[in-house]
């Protein structure tokens, strides 16, 4: 193919494109990997920023999906170089992903910065890995393009659908009862399991999927075609394909990720019935653009979208079926047609929103419901405030209790996970179904990194009387594969003296979803003696990325960035070390 044509002056000729003894070492090295002469006259260099990892099994299959982007790169007349980031699993990585976010969004961002890339396609599966490498594009603002590894395959154990981690929860509450063996147990491991790709449930992996594509990051499809569908790797193709050409049209993310891309996500989280996980996330994308967006939006904009999928854990399907039912065009075109999508925001294939979905069909309605009938009157996630959370807690309407969104019950209270772990299924533990279970340390810096354990598993003794939901309030997260009337990331946290640090066994704690109010009944004095006796319990880190991450991280409230990282550095070359 011919050197492609192109009137932008690429980053990439600052190292490639001299004929001097520095250009000489670029190229010479460059050219022991077999590359010909000619990769190097003036195309652009595109980057594949991939989170492939064995001990990271959502991502395990990316290896794959980048050879296809190649194919379409070269194609276009591209050089496509693939290079690895730090890769997070959720399900292996200990203590969470989610401490490691913001370090593996630098390490994306000074390995675009630092190397010849004219533009950047990022490869991404397992929820952390959406979010940090989005973060870190985006503090570069070099044309770019997201491509999800997509999600597993249904899981099936004895003709049941069984969703991801939804699952999960619900065998282990079904083994203390007695309902289900420890070997049948067991036998459901493979059974969920049955492919490559992330969580198939509306978990926050396919979540931030379907983020991606409503932010118009994403090809449309990108959201739900399955891992293990052909049509996965073809999607893969096109992305290596439109990425050349954005080059070209100089089409950044700062174009795209518009405070009005912010709303068209914050509603279609809403619709999907997506995770509390893409609160924290979204904000944390939107400080890295300087783009305006607040806790506050997330209801005060999705506060009155209907869901309209019918997933778990909020309900029945799975992303598969998802896709075959329409997918996220689908839901997109119905946002519009009711009048809740901006649908001229720009998307990385050059055309808007409301182009690429207007053809969009829905092909089963018992998934993708319509909204004049919705499968659930809210979708959104509600935001919460009052004297125990001032700055805010979220709660994820669709997979909460209805008789639990107004309820006043006595604090059982737990000090942190480790409390949790030693005492939540003694027979000793002081505890009924109406009680609000209270979990605290759990936040950006006590825990550290804000793990998903805000779904605290009810009590065995609660278990077993057949209550299976009860009221709980953390400072932690809550995997969007979980379900239950959970209050999540209340600020300020209690490792730096919020008002959760403050609860004590007993006091009395009212949840109003409809008034958006979160309080416990402690008088202002109480409350005060209570703060000047409070001392942290858990030591900061000594060294390393956690210490550093310990002092800049910021609330959850403000996306659990770190500070520093707050706006773009744009993509200057560096200096010359030659």
């Known amino acids: 193919m011919d050197t492609p044509k192109t009137t932008r002056k690429l980053r990439s000729t600052e190292w490639f494109g001299r004929q001097d003894k520095d250009g000489f070492a670029y190229r010479s090295w460059m050219k022991n990997q077999g590359l010909p002469h000619h990769v ?18 959502c991502n395990a299959h990316l290896r794959e999906i980048a050879e296809r982007v190649k194919r379409g790169v070269y194609e276009m007349g591209g050089f496509p170089v693939e290079f690895p980031v730090m890769s997070l699993g959720e399900t292996l990585l200990r203590p969470t992903a989610m401490l490691f976010r913001n370090l593996a969004s630098m390490d994306v961002e000074e390995s675009i910065r630092g190397n010849p890339l004219d533009a950047v ?71 969920m399991s049955r492919s490559v790709g992330h969580c198939m449930t509306m978990g926050t992996a396919s979540t931030m999927a379907c983020m991606v594509e409503a932010l ?33 049209e100089d089409l950044v993310p700062s174009k795209v990720l518009t405070r009005e891309a912010f709303e068209n996500a914050i509603r279609t989280n809403g619709a999907i019935g997506g995770s509390t996980n893409a609160v924290i996330h979204l904000l944390a994308l939107a400080g890295r653009l300087g783009v305006e967006h607040s806790l506050d939006d997330w209801d005060q904009i999705g506060r009155d979208v209907p869901c309209l999928v019918n997933l778990m854990p909020s309900g029945d399907y799975l992303m598969e079926d998802f896709y075959y039912a329409g997918g996220l065009p689908a839901v997109l075109r119905k946002l519009g047609e009711a009048g809740l999508l901006h649908k001229e925001v720009l998307t990385v294939n050059g055309k808007t929103q409301w182009d690429n979905v207007q053809s969009a069909e829905v092909y089963d309605e018992n998934v993708i419901f ?3 009938k919705p499968f659930k009157e809210a979708g959104g996630i509600v935001v919460l405030r009052g004297n125990l959370a001032p700055d805010g807690a979220v709660l994820k309407p669709s997979a909460a209790s209805p008789e639990l969104m107004q309820h006043t019950g006595r604090a059982v209270v737990f000090e942190d996970i480790d409390d949790y772990k030693a005492r939540v299924d003694s027979e000793e ?46 400072d932690a997260r809550m995997s969007g594969t979980a379900y239950g009337t959970v209050v999540l990331h209340a600020c300020p946290e209690a490792a730096v003296g919020g008002p959760l640090a403050l609860v004590q066994n007993g006091d009395m704690i009212t949840l109003d979803v409809a008034g958006r109010g979160l309080s416990v009944d402690i008088d202002e004095k109480t ?21 550093m991450y310990q002092e800049t991280v910021m609330q959850a409230n403000e996306g659990a960035d770190l500070d520093f990282l707050r706006g773009g550095s744009g993509a200057d070359v560096p200096r010359d070390s030659h």
């Open 121 to 191: 396609v990022l490869l991404v599966g397992c929820d952390k890995t959406t979010p940090s490498l989005m973060m870190g594009a985006a503090s570069c603002d070099l044309p770019t393009l997201v491509v999800s590894g997509g999600p597993m395959l249904n899981g099936r154990f004895r003709n049941e659908r069984i969703g991801s981690g939804t699952h999960v929860w619900k065998f282990d509450a079904m083994v203390k009862t007695g309902e289900m063996t420890t070997e049948e147990f067991m036998e459901t491991e493979a059974c």
């Open 40 to 57: 190097f006259d003036g195309r652009p260099v595109i980057g594949i920023c991939n989170t492939w990892s064995e001990l990271t099994p």
């Open 527 to 547: 409350m005060e003696a209570r703060r000047q006796a409070w001392k942290p319990i858990h030591p900061q880190a000594t060294r390393g990325y956690v210490k």
């Open 429 to 474: 533990l002081d505890v009924d179904a109406s009680c609000v279970l209270v979990l605290k340390n759990c936040g950006p810096r006590g825990y550290p990194g804000m793990a998903e354990v805000g779904n605290m598993a009810l009590p065995a003794k609660i278990l077993k009387t057949g209550v299976t939901d009860m009221v709980r309030v953390s």
């Open 370 to 372: 319509p909204t004049e």
């Open 216 to 248: 118009g990051m994403g090809l449309p499809g990108n959201a739900a075609i399955p891992a293990a569908d052909s049509r996965r790797k073809a999607l893969a193709h096109m992305a290596g394909r439109r990425i050349v050409e954005m080059v070209e």
